[in-house]
Each structure stands twice: as C-alpha cells, then as structure tokens.
C-alpha cells in the first residue's frame, strides 16, 4: 500500500492550495482519510479527516479556511486550503485507515509528506 501526496509549495499569505493523496496497492477498503502537519518546531498535529460516509471534523485553527474532501473510486483525498496564513506552513502528511483483507484489522498508513510554506 502507497499514499502518494501532491500538490504542496510556495503560497503567499490570503492564497490558496489544494493538496491531494492518492491511495494505491492491494485494498479492501478504505474508512478514514486525513491530513495531518508538523511545523517547524512544532509536533504534527491533526487537520482534518473524513469518513467513507462524508463526515468531516477540522482542527480549530483551519475551520473555515480548509476543506477536506475525497473521491472513493479513485481512493483519493484532497485538502483545500485557503486563505492560508504562514502559521499553516508544515509538512503536510496524509494519512488512511483501511482494511487490506476482508475480515482484516483496519491500520493508518501514511503519505511521505508534501511542504507546505506560506511567506510573502
């Protein structure tokens, strides 16, 4: 199983970005997908994740700037970020709770991370 991130860089402050994170290898299916960062100096913390039913719940401090949102054909979730500020410059990883077997436990996988900088 591979999760594969994209979309990350420079963005200038009030700009937008939209992340996406393919999920790839022999599935059974897929719950949970999310988004997680790690600032400098900071630990990683959670962004945001939703459902295979579409529930969502975000940090506080991106709640009506990001949206998560996912495609369960393709095994893809993407995170639109706007009115991005610098505080939100991180590694952003994704990260997907799935079942490889029918019957089998559900385990978290993780992306490699995709850099997120927001500066003028």
């Known amino acids: 199983v591979q999760l594969q991130a994209s979309g990350g860089g420079l963005v200038q402050p009030g700009g937008s970005l939209k992340l996406s994170c393919v999920v790839s290898?022999?599935?059974?299916?897929?719950?949970?997908m999310g988004w997680y960062r790690q600032g400098p100096g900071r630990q990683r913390e959670s962004v945001a994740a939703i459902t295979n039913t579409g529930s969502t719940n975000y940090a506080d401090s991106v709640k009506g700037r990001f949206t998560i949102s996912r495609d369960n054909t393709n095994n893809t979730v993407y995170l639109l970020m706007s009115s991005l500020k610098p505080e939100d410059t991180a590694v952003y990883y994704c990260?997907?709770?799935?079942?490889?077997?029918?019957?089998?436990?559900?385990?978290?996988?993780w992306g490699q991370g995709t850099q997120v900088t927001v500066s003028s």
């Open positions: 290898g022999s599935i059974f299916s897929v719950n949970t």
């Open positions: 990260t997907a709770d799935l079942k490889r077997v029918a019957g089998g436990y559900v385990y978290r996988y």
